[in-house]
Each structure stands twice: as C-alpha cells, then as structure tokens.
C-alpha cells in the first residue's frame, strides 16, 4: 500500500543552523501539508501546497520557514535559523485531489534543537 | 477561529469491552467535516473515521461510530468489542468544508487510549 515517507525520522541540530525536513508524499496526490506537534501539545498545522504554490498557511509558518517541491517526488520543509521552540515533530500529509479528500500522514521527523 | 477540544486526556478499557471518547468543537460555519485519527506509538497517523457535518446520520465504520450533535459541537468516537490494537493516541479533527479550505486540519489535544488484556 502507498504511503508517505519522512526523512530523517529524528534530527538534531544547533540554535541557528537551516535545517531541511523530506516528504515524498503518495505518487498521485496533488495537495501536500506540514504540521508539527511540541511535545505533550496538539498538532498545529503549519502550510498547505498546491500546484507549486502555498495554498494557505498558518501564523506560526512565518519567514523561517519555506516549502519546496524541488521534483516530481520530494516535498520539503526548510527551516533557516532554527530556534530552540522549533524542537517538535513535523508530520508531512498529502491528499489525492480536492481537499476534502482524506490525508495520509508520514511518520514524522523528530527534529531537536540545542 | 475554529478550536478542537479533547477533554479526556486519557482513557483505559478493557478488551472486548466498549469506550468513548468525547471531543467538542466551535465553529460558526456550517460546512465542515470532522475526523478520529489515531496515532500508534509508530507515530503514523492513520483516519479512522470522517463524518460530513451537512449528513444526519452518524458514521460507523466496523468497530468504530460516532456520536455527532451538531447543535451540541460534540462528535465523540464510540470502540466496540475493543482490541489490543486499539491502543493509541486518538485526535479529532475539524476542516472547515470544501469551498472554503485547501485541507488545513485543527486538531484537539489527543487522548491516550490503554487496552487492557
């Protein structure tokens, strides 16, 4: 069964370093979206992509932050200068057509800034 | 702005046994959808069940229902006959309806469901 991919499964880095979150989300899905979840908080979304451009995006996805579908398959997240808040697990979703289709969910990176 | 609450943080049941978990929502819209995901300790997270908030009739799928009152903004999840399997961290979720969202989901703060043998 297809399904989406993430990685690293945990990364560490220090306060200011960019650091680059991978997705290859489900071959034929159209929409793409990260989220993130602090420890011991809820999952917040962070950006929605569509047709190589941000179909919306939330308070917290601010100039730090930045997507890319640099090919047909990869969908990443950078973040240019991260910060100790940063620490938590970023989830990448993509659904198949229309937004109201169902979202499949990658495993998560852990990412852990010192 | 819409929120997503989960009061329950969490829950036990026995195996074979029944459990509900409780999630309450505001929202002024009235196209929408809502959803359990539940979230194994593999950390992916899967759909269990969706219900579109224009339809009446409450979702069940196999094991799994829900309880929806609209007027409330209460969708809680029922497990029947409930497995080892079941056990997980479970979130509702709320996306606001198709012609007004690309997809953003709001998501409550989950409910740790322990299956006892």
């Known amino acids: 069964e297809p399904e989406v991919t993430q990685t690293p499964s945990h990364q560490v880095t220090q306060m200011g370093q960019e650091v680059i979150l991978r997705c290859v989300p489900i071959s034929n899905h159209l929409y793409f979206y990260w989220y993130r979840q602090i420890l011991g908080q809820k999952v917040e979304f962070l950006v929605s992509f569509y047709n190589n451009e941000i179909s919306e995006k939330s308070e917290i996805f601010d100039d730090q932050f930045s997507v890319e579908r640099p090919d047909g398959s990869n969908f990443t997240l950078k973040i240019r200068s991260t910060k100790l808040e940063d620490s938590a697990m970023y989830f990448c979703a993509s659904s198949v057509l229309a937004p109201y289709n169902e979202q499949f969910f990658g495993p998560g990176t852990r990412l852990t800034v010192l | ?117």
């Open chain 2, 1 to 117: 702005a819409q929120t997503v609450t989960q009061s329950q943080p969490e829950m036990s049941v026995q195996e074979a046994e029944t459990v509900t978990l409780s999630c309450t929502y505001d929202t002024s819209e009235s196209d929408y959808y809502l959803f359990w995901y539940k979230q194994p300790p593999s950390r992916q997270m899967i759909l269990v069940i969706r219900q579109e908030a224009y339809k009446q009739q409450n979702a069940t799928e196999n094991r799994f229902s829900v309880n929806f009152q609209k007027a409330a903004k209460s969708f809680s999840l029922k497990i029947s006959d409930s497995q080892l399997g079941d056990a997980a961290m479970y979130f509702c979720a709320y996306r606001r309806g198709s012609g007004t969202s690309y997809g953003k989901l709001t998501f409550g703060q989950g409910t740790i469901l322990t299956v006892h043998p």
